[in-house]
């Protein structure tokens, strides 16, 4: 099929790439000249695993193309997928105006039949919005809009992508959901059709759970500190159970990135908006904003003062295998101790370059090893859980450090063995700080 996609960010570039993989005709439409030309070149400009040598092997195949010609976009595709940032407002609301803009520019473009399917994260009742402004800007256009929630997790946004647990999308016109389900006939997935609201909403809903359940075991990662328990013990316990699952009950910083802390804030005031206030997502927020406090508590309380030391950290990016430090907790952390005078040097395997361009880069010393950042250090902090972190030779660590203390922000080490390597160690709800 012939697919047009409108912003050619993670979501709207590994969409694309995907499609074209499974053999669609995709053209990809992205308003930012200098990415467009760095694409066409068959290179991306974020680190994703997977995705640069899908990208490179489809343009070179020609089911790849991209361009900054939204009406050329829009003729090409059958389908038109809108994928554009849904900033937040300071009052945590969502930003709409580029979905708002793309609605009005794709409109007089619409010449023939076309489904505009919305596959940005998105407030209910936007698909309306869309609908609505479509036909002011031009009366006579014929299409259908459909809302298409994405769930890639970005780290793993081509698997997700190529294998998803389920692919879900609203519409209220059999046309538009005859053409939706032969795009996605090459993906075997259960599919969930249903009316554009209720897709709307689950994009929500899910994130806002998959949170939830973060801040559930971070909650009881504080008694678990509190009464000497062990917190990676509870998760498995609970986990066990088939209708909790293991999955996302990893204790530690809490949650960050560019979709939870946005998308939770964004449901609150949905809900406020809509006069039915979600004040359990206001404690799940709560709980998250905690937890890095309570560790850097912790920090305090072995360090006592913190100005002047030396203190290494592991990891910036907000997860492990991506670049990205958008709303990265291990960067709030690391603003925070930078504030009460620490000297931080920090090492990320992927983040740095992105780290440079923000203002705290010009505030921290970046090494290139965890080595290297633990040098002379009173503290190793690891803030990002990237798995090369447990594989570093931790005698050697222990020799380059002036104190050898590690705060594991993340649980990615194990309390016994890095005792055996010397180490005071200081996990998240594993056990009290005085032994
Ligand atoms: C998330 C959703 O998982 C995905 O379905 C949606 O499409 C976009 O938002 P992403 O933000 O890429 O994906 O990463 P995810 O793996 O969900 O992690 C989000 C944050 O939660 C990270 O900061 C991670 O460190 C944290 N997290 C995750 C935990 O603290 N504990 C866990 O058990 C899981």
């Not at 000249?33 to 020609?62: D, M, S, W």
């Not at 609908?131 to 793993?156: C, H």
């Amino acid at each position: 099929m012939k697919l047009t996609i409108i912003g050619s960010g993670y979501v709207g570039l590994t969409t694309g790439a995907c499609f074209a993989e499974v053999g669609h005709e995709v053209m990809c439409v992205d308003n930012d000249e200098a990415k467009v030309a760095t694409l066409l070149h068959g290179e991306i400009p974020i680190y994703e695993p997977g995705l640069e040598e899908i990208v490179r092997n489809n343009v070179a195949a020609g089911r790849l193309q991209f361009t900054t010609d939204t009406p050329e976009g829009v003729a090409h595709g059958d389908v038109v997928f809108i994928a554009v940032p849904t900033p937040p407002n300071p009052d945590g609301s969502v930003d709409l105006k580029f979905i708002e803009k793309v609605a009005r520019e794709i409109a007089p473009a619409i010449k023939e039949y076309k489904v505009v399917v919305d596959k940005s994260t998105v407030p209910v009742k936007t698909g309306e919005k869309v609908a609505e402004t479509i036909k002011r800007y031009a009366p006579e256009a014929e299409f259908d809009v459909v809302s298409n929630p994405e769930f890639l997790r970005e780290g793993s946004a081509v698997e997700d992508l190529m294998k998803p647990d389920r692919i879900v999308f609203g519409s209220n016109s059999d046309r538009a959901s005859a053409l939706m389900k032969k795009i996605y006939e090459p993906f075997v997935a259960p599919l969930l059709v249903t009316d554009i609201n209720s897709a709307e909403l689950i994009k929500h809903a899910a994130n806002s759970f998959l949170a939830l359940k973060i801040s559930y075991i971070n909650a009881v990662s504080a008694i678990c500190e509190a009464s000497d328990a062990d917190v990676e013990l509870v998760a498995e316990g609970i986990g066990m159970d088939k209708r909790i699952g293991r999955d996302f009950l990893n204790a530690g910083l809490g949650y960050g990135g560019s979709c939870f802390p946005k998308d939770i804030a964004a449901f609150i005031t949905i809900s406020d908006q809509l006069g039915v206030p979600f004040d359990l997502l206001k404690e799940v927020e709560k709980i998250n904003r905690q937890q890095l406090s309570r560790f850097i508590e912790r920090i305090r309380q072995k360090l006592w003062v913190l100005e002047e030391k030396k203190i290494a950290v592991w990891g910036l990016s907000f997860k492990p295998d991506t670049d990205d430090v958008r709303c990265s907790v291990a960067i709030e952390l690391v603003e925070k101790l930078v504030a009460e005078g620490a000297e931080i040097t920090a090492y990320d395997p992927k983040a740095m370059d992105r780290v440079k361009d923000l203002e705290v880069g010009s505030k921290i010393t970046l090494a290139n090893s965890p080595e290297a950042a633990a040098k002379g250090a009173e503290a190793v902090i690891v803030a990002t859980e990237w798995p090369e972190f447990a594989n570093v030779d931790f005698n050697a660590v222990r020799e380059l450090m002036l104190s050898p203390i590690l705060f594991d922000g993340r649980n990615l080490l194990d309390p016994g063995t890095m005792e055996t390597h010397g180490f005071d160690y200081e996990g998240i709800g594993r056990g009290s700080l005085e032994e």
